[in-house]
Every structure is written in structure tokens, then in C-alpha cells.
């Protein structure tokens, strides 16, 4: 899925334009960011929790070269799934079981788009 098709989804979902429907996902996109910026990590709940992982500076060599340098240290955003998220995409893919029809699993708005 791309972001325009997540924008045409959120405007038929929220039934506004796809200006508005655009304008909804960047403040959602820019929360997330700007918190992980200053706090280090986001919660969503029943989705998954975006962290941000510490690498420490380290020396690194070229495959090919063997040539060495200097990797600096750095920060790199990671997302874990939630419980119910994995319980969704688990349950999806067993075409076997119907055991997520008899629950009525509570769905986030961000997944049932």
C-alpha cells in the first residue's frame, strides 16, 4: 500500500477530501516523528509501539575492499507489532482456522481501512 492509497482509503473512510484525508495522515506521520525525536518512543496501543535503537560508534570493514572505517553512532526507529495486531495478521493467514470470526476482536481505525 502506498501513501495515495492510504489517503483515498482515510477519505472514503472519514468521507472528507483527499486534501483533508492527506493533511490528517501528515499531522498523524509528523506526531509520531517528532516524538520519537524527543521522547524516543510511540504507542499505539492494540497496533505496536515505534522505539528508537541505539547503535554506538564502531569500527566497520568493506566486503569486497577490506578496506576499514569509522561507522559513527546512531539512532534508527524500529516498530514492534502489538498483540492484537499479530493476532490478526496470524489468524488472517491460517486458512484453517475461524477462530477470529467467534472473537470479536476489537480492530483499530488504522487497521480496518
Known amino acids: 500500500m502506498t501513501r495515495a492509497d492510504l489517503v483515498e482509503k482515510l477519505s472514503m473512510r ?3 477530501s483527499k486534501t483533508n484525508a492527506d493533511k ?3 499531522v498523524f506521520l ?4 517528532n516524538n520519537l525525536e524527543k521522547e524516543g518512543k510511540v ?3 492494540g497496533f505496536g509501539s515505534f522505539k528508537l535503537r541505539e547503535y554506538k560508534a564502531r569500527t566497520a570493514k568493506k566486503p569486497l575492499t577490506g578496506e576499514k572505517y569509522e561507522l559513527p553512532s546512531r539512532r534508527k526507529p524500529v516498530f514492534h507489532a ?4 499479530r ?6 493467514s491460517q486458512k ?18
Not at 82 to 85: A, S, T
Not at 87 to 92: D, P, R, V
Not at 102 to 112: M, T
Open 96 to 113: 484453517h482456522k475461524t477462530v477470529w470470526r467467534e472473537k470479536q476482536i476489537h480492530r483499530p481505525i488504522a487497521l480496518s481501512l
Open 14 to 16: 472519514l468521507d472528507v
Open 43 to 45: 504507542v499505539v496501543q
Open 24 to 26: 490528517y495522515l501528515l
Open 82 to 85: 502489538g498483540k492484537e495486531l
Open 30 to 33: 509528523d506526531a509520531i516523528m
Open 87 to 92: 493476532e490478526i495478521i496470524n489468524q488472517k
